[in-house]
């Protein structure tokens, strides 16, 4: 069973997370802090697997930066919740030691996996720069046009769901593509592929992220 560490200031959020991880059978909600200083509190005495936490909620706490509160604990991996899309906050919260990243509004079967990832994950925080093994394989990387096409959604903070809305293909075909596309440059989920894609891909124009018909 994975243990689970909520911290968000948002009373709803909070509600919508207890519920969500109370109906899956892996996962369990061990507590839920509204400050940093109760996060911190509570990762000591309760030792989650994994903490899913706003970044914003530093800003109760001026005492303590985002990047300590990412690494304070060597047992519990964090995974920033981040409001709304923005590759240099997700950026930032991957420097800074999370091991990943979901958005507020993502599936919640995609809020689940993200939690289920980084109960797995090792080793993700042990260089300073998370882009240097991704950087090491982009040489040998050959991805299609719709793989880069879908990656470079995922680099904008689309869920799977938009992603297909966008393409006109099924939330199935965008899964299998993204496993496809996880093999090729060398990572074990969704953060490490926006990352990877961000740093190797170019911005979809503009044009290109409105629906496109295809098979």
């Known amino acids: 069973m994975i243990r689970i560490l909520v911290a968000d200031e948002q009373d709803l959020v909070q509600q919508g997370l207890k519920a969500l991880i109370g109906n899956a059978p892996d996962v369990t909600l061990v507590g839920q802090a509204s400050t940093a200083q109760e996060m911190v509190s509570m990762a000591d005495r309760l030792h989650p697997d994994v903490i899913l936490m706003d970044p914003r909620i530093t800003s109760t706490d001026d005492d303590v930066s985002t990047a300590e509160l990412f690494q304070m604990h060597d047992d519990s ?33 995609e809020i689940l996996d993200a939690l289920r990832s980084a109960a797995g ?50 939330t199935k075909t965008v899964e299998s593509h993204l496993s496809s596309c996880y093999s090729k440059i060398g990572v074990s989920n969704r953060s490490l592929a926006a990352l990877w894609a961000r740093e190797h891909l170019s911005p979809l124009p503009s044009g290109r992220q409105h629906r496109s018909k295809s098979t």
């Open 121 to 170: 994950v090792l080793d993700l925080t042990s260089s300073d720069d998370p882009s240097i093994d991704l950087r090491q394989e982009s040489d040998q990387t050959t991805l299609t046009a719709r793989e880069s096409e879908i990656l470079q959604l995922v680099a904008l903070g689309q869920s799977n769901r938009h992603v297909s809305e966008h393409l006109d293909i099924s």
């Open 77 to 109: 991996r964090v995974v920033a919740f981040i409001g709304h899309a923005s590759p240099d906050i997700a950026s930032t919260c991957l420097r800074a030691g999370a091991v990943g990243y979901v958005m507020k509004d993502s599936d919640p079967n």
